[in-house]
């Protein structure tokens, strides 16, 4: 129940984005997805790492035959386009084996064998449909809100000493290599993440069973609430408000060499174009997720999980695309996620329930402080400064030691009773 209850609510929220999307005279996420059936798609990389998450559930047989199968519809694909001089991509493959599969599981299977295939052919289109929305909202973010609030979010970020304008600085003087690494690992996000499920998901086909917290939900959520935020918090970021990328639109030509000057700040216009899509950074929240969920693997996963979230880290500062203020609440918005969606699945406890009121109130507090208190946090940088990483910390502090006291009761829920040794009767 659910999970019909979940499809229900997801299928809803796609057509409402799709309606949205008309409204403006764009394609909507349905109509976007159903296009890629035929069509080349915008990212063979998605889908083919949705179809491996899909693949958990089967076995190794069924694996070779199904990566088999989409290699060959993307190579007839790659033919019948190249005859006819249309637009090369793969992945149509990837998405026609996901299909197959919920077709089988409707046809062919029964019980559990069909409800375990119908989770994976679901976690697959859900993270085919999640990227899907996230261009939608980011659509939407643009058109509904023409003003934007980078000049506060600038103005408190020179309490942190104007993080951007210096990653950009190095980040430039690092040349075209380091540069196309950070690009690289900045545009491969969802690639990172879905080694780490594999990993988290690698016995789904002996258990017969999903467990019952993993990365992709985490995911999934962080995609749905963030681009809620955006709309109450629009921002574009230093490269297009303080950089040659706004053009007119822009403050001035200042990033990265020149950091913004301390003004009054005020909301100001911005084109119908660039998406909102900065407070809080979601590419930070997504890497944060990565971290934490890549700490139980083998050594390799664990440097990856650290190498994605400082090479994430560094393009999003380096590259203009977001403030120092945005990755700290990108921080405090994943933990506080994370730690709500544990307690859903341990059950809510004292502990669990404090920490996601606090995770959340931090998050206000900043977003107000970013506001109302900018010119003010500008004004006394050694006094907010400080207290803005010591608010992230406190709550990253509070989500290590909760998770640990969790991890001990659990483990101890586990251990066998001592044996008791039988006393000698007294004659």
């Not at 994976?120 to 973010?141: D, Q």
């Not at 990328?245 to 020149?258: E, I, R, S, Y």
């Not at 990856?304 to 999003?316: E, K």
Request: charge should be positive; glycine fraction near 10%; include cysteine.
């Amino acid at each position: 129940m659910l999970w019909v209850a979940v499809s229900v609510a997801a299928l809803g929220f796609l057509i409402a984005l799709e309606v949205a999307a008309r409204r403006y005279g764009e394609p909507g996420p349905i109509t976007d997805q159903a296009r890629e059936v035929i069509f080349a798609p915008k990212s063979g990389t998605v889908l083919y790492v949705s179809m491996a998450l899909m693949m958990v559930v089967l076995t190794w047989r069924q694996r070779f035959i199904a990566a088999g199968a989409a290699i060959g519809i993307d190579v007839v694909f790659w033919l019948v386009r190249r005859a006819v001089d249309a637009e090369m991509m793969f992945g149509n493959g990837a998405l026609w084996v996901t299909l197959a599969c919920a077709v089988i599981a409707v046809t062919r299977r029964t019980d559990r064998d069909r409800v375990l295939l119908l989770k994976g052919v679901g976690l697959a289109l859900l993270l085919v449909a999640g990227r899907k929305t996230g261009y939608t909202w980011l659509l939407i973010t643009s058109k509904t809100r023409p003003a934007v609030l980078d000049q506060y979010v600038a103005t408190a970020d020179h309490a942190l000493g104007n993080p951007s304008w210096l990653v950009g600085r190095i980040v430039a003087a690092t040349g075209t290599v380091g540069a196309h690494v950070l690009d690289w690992v900045y545009i491969q996000l969802a690639v990172a993440a879905v080694v780490v499920a594999l990993y988290q998901l690698r016995n789904v086909a002996v258990e017969r069973r999903f467990p019952g917290h993993h990365l992709v939900r985490t995911f999934l959520v962080i995609g749905l609430l963030g681009p809620g935020i955006y709309m109450i918090f629009p921002v574009v970021g230093p490269i297009f408000a303080y950089g040659a990328d706004g053009g007119h639109w822009a403050v001035a030509n200042l990033w990265p060499d020149t950091p913004p000057p301390v003004n009054t700040p005020h909301p100001m216009l911005f084109d119908e174009i660039t998406p909102r899509n900065c407070m809080p950074s979601l590419h930070t929240a997504w890497a944060t997720a990565i971290f934490i969920h890549s700490r139980k693997g083998p050594w390799a996963l664990r440097f990856a999980g650290t190498f994605w979230l400082i090479a994430t880290l560094g393009a999003t500062l380096g590259f203009g695309y977001h403030y120092g203020g945005d990755i700290v609440a990108g921080v405090v918005f994943t933990l506080t996620i994370e730690t709500a969606l544990r307690s859903l699945d341990r059950g809510w406890d004292r502990s669990g329930i404090q920490l996601v009121v606090y995770g959340a109130a931090v998050f206000a507090g900043l977003l107000a402080s970013y506001r109302y208190l900018s010119v003010e946090m500008a004004g006394h940088p050694w006094v907010f400064g400080p207290l803005l990483i010591l608010a992230m910390t406190s709550v990253v502090y509070g989500y290590v030691r909760t998770t640990k006291l969790w991890d001990r009761k659990a483990a101890s829920a586990y251990l066998p009773e001592p044996r008791r040794e039988p006393q000698p009767e007294l004659v």
